[in-house]
């Protein structure tokens, strides 16, 4: 009679043993006839169970014990998987502790538990402590760019519940008073947030706000045993990254690929683990995951919605986590939070740790002669773009940092000229040159295109679409582009999405027409810096990237700025402050910044 307490696989190792499904059995009750029609066990079987056995939990274990011996490969995860079907996620649990107790091996989708817990455990925190211990500092684009040890330099971003700042959004606020308005957020401790540990945490906060510094930042504090001391396994995902592997069709399978060293052959506990999302706005698919209702044939997508389903911890840009949030109305142990950048205390400690001594006083008075570069201060990718470029001019140029436009400019330009370029000439000398023209369009080009197809990263092949001669022209967009290795091959990416928008936008001012602006859907991240572009005076670097399509007729650019603002009535009302002022969209609204 042993085979009715333990099924047997071919390779004689325990799936089920007979204490879990005693367990079971009594947890399931009066909804074992549910749950065996989930588990595809046929109404003639159910209805045989129900004559034989008199009390609920008989029946449920006889279904249990017919369901092993049917089914040809049964596993602990397509059981879950039936109760999920049922929303009895307190059985879940129950699952969870049964097969901690039974004295039987845990079993998920197929896997073997022949690597202890804790011990997987403890090598996912040596990877994190030696991986993540440094993060390559968000400055403009330096091909061996400074990596910031985060355990003892990191500096606390403010952190406020994200329905204020949500609430806001539906008016349009100046930038130089985005850091007053910072201030009056009730701030919350890091401490606060990530000390309790609660089912789902979304974070939002727009690019380059340091969402990213953040999460990397819990790694390693869940590796020194700092947060979330309940949770035994944590895994980190980016999404740019996840874009590559659409046909993958369950999370063990996505957690293999990351982490395979480290899992091969391990049963995941859900209810012990966490998964860390970042980028949420670059998956490819976010339209699908975000709407249910829409049809997607690419499993990764249900990959993804699963993963609703455990502990797990979202970041992305504004617009895409104020998206993603509808889909927990029903989550009470839910916290949305957003990430408001460096606040003036901030700033200061950015430019004391991280700027050398002898620069530290040109950026300062930069900093306090300029109240839109101090504004722009509290994103730590503006502020630390800054610094580089102040520190190594030496000079306070008010001009520079105007605009939001300007900054990127000051950036873009800045890099072509230290990294790319490697001489000793001036901007505008550099600029008089066409074939240095031709090389800005081509990178731009190349962004717009990879930005109009969704794309964040792409493969050899398509990177051979752009430029010829390949092999021999790749290193010259290194800087611009880099080169990620893994052990499946080498990809492609954008240093930074906001450079990639920036450089699309250059390229949508120089060879589209404002209706082929406008009629592109891909393009409304961009039309901020667009319409930025149209303030080309000759005091500023934006002269430099507005004339490098000679086939576009001068007389046609006037006309892209009105053309864009008067297709929306909000923006048509700050007309005269698109040249001056920066902007930037918050959600679908627009906010001035």
């Given at each position: 009679?042993?085979?009715?307490?333990?099924?047997?696989?071919?390779d004689g190792?325990?799936?089920?043993?007979?204490?879990?499904?005693?367990?079971?059995?009594?947890s399931?009750g009066v909804?074992?006839r549910?749950?065996?029609r989930?588990?595809?066990?046929?109404?003639?079987?159910?209805d045989?169970?129900?004559?034989?056995?008199?009390?609920?939990?008989e029946?449920?274990?006889?279904?249990?014990?017919?369901?092993?011996?049917?089914s040809?490969n049964?596993t602990?995860?397509?059981?879950?998987?039936?109760?999920?079907?049922?929303?009895?996620?307190?059985?879940?649990r129950?699952?969870?502790e049964?097969?901690k107790?039974?004295?039987?091996?845990e079993?998920s989708?197929?896997?073997?538990?022949?690597?202890?817990?804790?011990?997987l455990?403890?090598?996912?925190?040596?990877?994190?402590?030696?991986?993540?211990g440094?993060?390559?500092?968000?400055?403009?684009?330096?091909?061996?760019?400074?990596n910031?040890?985060l355990?003892?330099?990191?500096?606390?971003l403010?952190?406020?519940?994200?329905?204020?700042?949500?609430m806001?959004a539906?008016f349009?606020?100046?930038?130089?008073?985005?850091l007053?308005?910072q201030?009056?957020?009730?701030?919350?401790?890091?401490s606060k947030?990530f000390?309790?540990?609660?089912?789902?945490?979304l974070?939002s906060?727009?690019a380059g706000?340091?969402?990213t510094w953040l999460?990397?930042?819990?790694?390693?504090?869940?590796?020194?045993d700092?947060?979330?001391?309940?949770i035994e396994?944590v895994f980190?995902?980016?999404?740019?990254?996840?874009?590559?592997?659409e046909?993958?069709?369950n999370?063990?399978?996505?957690?293999s690929?990351?982490?395979?060293?480290?899992?091969?052959n391990?049963?995941?506990?859900?209810?012990t683990?966490?998964?860390i999302?970042d980028?949420?706005?670059?998956?490819?698919?976010?339209?699908?995951?975000s709407?249910?209702?829409?049809k997607?044939n690419?499993p990764i997508?249900?990959?993804?919605?699963?993963?609703?389903?455990?502990?797990h911890?979202?970041?992305?840009?504004?617009y895409?986590i104020d998206?993603?949030?509808?889909?927990y109305?029903?989550?009470s142990?839910?916290?949305?939070?957003?990430?408001?950048?460096?606040?003036?205390?901030g700033?200061?400690?950015?430019?004391?740790?991280?700027?050398?001594?002898e620069?530290k006083?040109?950026?300062?008075?930069?900093?306090?002669?300029?109240?839109?570069?101090?504004?722009?201060?509290?994103v730590?990718?503006y502020l630390s773009?800054m610094?580089?470029?102040?520190?190594?001019?030496k000079?306070?140029?008010?001009?520079?940092?105007?605009?939001m436009?300007?900054?990127?400019?000051?950036?873009?330009l800045?890099f072509?000229?230290?990294?790319?370029i490697?001489?000793?000439k001036?901007i505008?000398?550099?600029?008089e040159?066409?074939?240095?023209?031709?090389?800005?369009l081509?990178?731009?080009?190349?962004a717009?295109?990879?930005l109009?197809?969704?794309?964040?990263?792409?493969?050899k092949?398509e990177?051979?679409?752009f430029?010829n001669d390949?092999d021999?022209n790749?290193?010259?967009f290194?800087?611009f582009?880099?080169?990620?290795?893994?052990?499946l091959?080498?990809y492609?990416?954008?240093?930074?999405?906001t450079?990639?928008?920036?450089?699309?936008?250059?390229?949508a001012?120089?060879?589209?027409?404002s209706?082929?602006?406008?009629?592109?859907?891909?393009l409304?991240?961009?039309?901020?810096?667009?319409?930025g572009?149209?303030?080309?005076?000759?005091?500023?670097?934006?002269?430099?990237?507005?004339?490098?399509?000679?086939l576009?007729?001068s007389?046609?650019k006037?006309t892209?700025?009105?053309?864009?603002?008067?297709?929306?009535?909000?923006?048509s009302?700050?007309?005269?402050?698109?040249?001056?002022?920066p902007?930037?969209?918050?959600?679908?609204?627009?906010?001035l910044?």
């Amino acid at each position: 009679m042993s085979q009715l307490f333990t099924h047997l696989k071919k390779d004689g190792t325990n799936v089920f043993s007979q204490a879990f499904i005693l367990k079971f059995s009594d947890s399931v009750g009066v909804d074992w006839r549910t749950l065996g029609r989930w588990l595809n066990i046929g109404e003639n079987y159910l209805d045989m169970i129900d004559k034989d056995n008199s009390k609920s939990d008989e029946k449920a274990y006889s279904m249990l014990t017919k369901w092993l011996q049917i089914s040809c490969n049964p596993t602990l995860n397509e059981l879950i998987t039936a109760l999920k079907e049922m929303k009895r996620m307190d059985l879940i649990r129950k699952v969870d502790e049964f097969t901690k107790t039974s004295n039987s091996p845990e079993i998920s989708c197929g896997f073997f538990a022949n690597k202890d817990l804790s011990k997987l455990s403890a090598e996912l925190k040596q990877f994190y402590l030696k991986y993540y211990g440094k993060i390559s500092e968000l400055q403009p684009l330096l091909k061996a760019p400074a990596n910031v040890d985060l355990m003892n330099k990191f500096v606390d971003l403010c952190i406020v519940d994200a329905a204020k700042p949500q609430m806001d959004a539906v008016f349009s606020v100046e930038r130089k008073e985005f850091l007053k308005k910072q201030m009056s957020y009730t701030p919350i401790s890091y401490s606060k947030v990530f000390m309790q540990e609660k089912s789902v945490i979304l974070i939002s906060g727009i690019a380059g706000i340091g969402k990213t510094w953040l999460l990397r930042k819990c790694l390693l504090d869940w590796s020194n045993d700092l947060i979330w001391k309940n949770i035994e396994l944590v895994f980190y995902f980016e999404c740019r990254r996840i874009n590559q592997y659409e046909n993958i069709s369950n999370i063990n399978d996505l957690i293999s690929i990351f982490y395979k060293d480290i899992t091969s052959n391990f049963n995941i506990s859900i209810h012990t683990t966490l998964f860390i999302i970042d980028g949420l706005d670059e998956f490819k698919f976010f339209n699908e995951l975000s709407n249910p209702e829409l049809k997607c044939n690419y499993p990764i997508v249900n990959v993804l919605a699963e993963i609703q389903s455990y502990k797990h911890l979202v970041a992305g840009r504004v617009y895409a986590i104020d998206q993603y949030q509808s889909l927990y109305t029903d989550r009470s142990d839910k916290l949305t939070i957003q990430i408001m950048g460096f606040n003036e205390n901030g700033i200061t400690n950015y430019v004391e740790s991280h700027v050398m001594e002898e620069n530290k006083e040109i950026v300062k008075a930069t900093l306090k002669e300029s109240p839109i570069a101090k504004a722009m201060a509290s994103v730590p990718f503006y502020l630390s773009s800054m610094c580089k470029i102040i520190s190594n001019t030496k000079t306070i140029n008010k001009n520079s940092f105007l605009t939001m436009t300007d900054l990127y400019a000051n950036i873009f330009l800045y890099f072509l000229q230290k990294h790319i370029i490697k001489n000793n000439k001036m901007i505008y000398q550099i600029m008089e040159n066409d074939s240095n023209k031709k090389y800005i369009l081509n990178i731009c080009k190349i962004a717009f295109e990879l930005l109009v197809e969704n794309k964040v990263i792409f493969s050899k092949e398509e990177f051979q679409t752009f430029v010829n001669d390949f092999d021999k022209n790749e290193g010259n967009f290194f800087g611009f582009i880099e080169k990620i290795e893994t052990d499946l091959g080498c990809y492609y990416q954008f240093a930074h999405l906001t450079i990639m928008e920036f450089c699309s936008s250059v390229y949508a001012y120089n060879c589209l027409s404002s209706d082929e602006i406008m009629t592109n859907k891909k393009l409304e991240s961009c039309l901020s810096m667009i319409c930025g572009l149209s303030n080309a005076s000759q005091n500023s670097f934006i002269k430099f990237l507005v004339n490098l399509n000679p086939l576009k007729r001068s007389y046609e650019k006037p006309t892209l700025l009105y053309s864009i603002l008067g297709t929306n009535n909000q923006a048509s009302q700050h007309s005269q402050a698109w040249g001056s002022k920066p902007y930037t969209f918050y959600g679908s609204k627009y906010l001035l910044i």
